[in-house]
């Protein structure tokens, strides 16, 4: 591989796809507007995209994202049907491990931070 080859596929940004844990935080509304979550002020929720832990219609809205990116879109609940407006930031994703992708979800982090942290 050429050096300008091997340069592309170091500095391509990740996207989210199917294989990535994606860290991000959201405020999450329903069609009135009420605040159903807000976690923007804290800590990022983590996920592995394609694993089919998240409703569908959300984990379409995200997908092709890059850390930094931000969006706002409207989804369904799949069960009830009732709809949600969703601002949310995706602050990282990394490619999953092997053990990650057994079992269908992020590795548990230790828990070194304080109630409240926003790390």
Not at 4 to 18: F, G, H, R, T, Y
Not at 73 to 91: H, N, R, Y
């Amino acid at each position: 591989m050429i050096k300008s080859q091997l340069d592309i596929l170091i500095n391509k940004p990740m996207k989210v796809e199917a294989g990535k844990v994606v860290s991000l935080r959201f405020i999450m509304k329903n069609a009135s507007g009420d605040v159903i979550e807000d976690i923007m002020n804290q800590a990022p929720v983590e996920y592995l995209h394609g694993s089919g832990n998240i409703l569908p219609s959300l984990e379409a809205g995200v997908e092709g994202l890059q850390a930094g990116d931000t969006k706002r879109f409207a989804f369904k609940s799949d069960g009830s049907g009732d709809e949600f407006q969703i601002d949310l930031v995706v602050d990282a994703i990394r490619p999953a491990t092997a053990e990650e992708i057994k079992t269908g979800k992020p590795e548990k982090k230790a828990e070194i931070c304080w109630p409240g942290c926003c790390c």
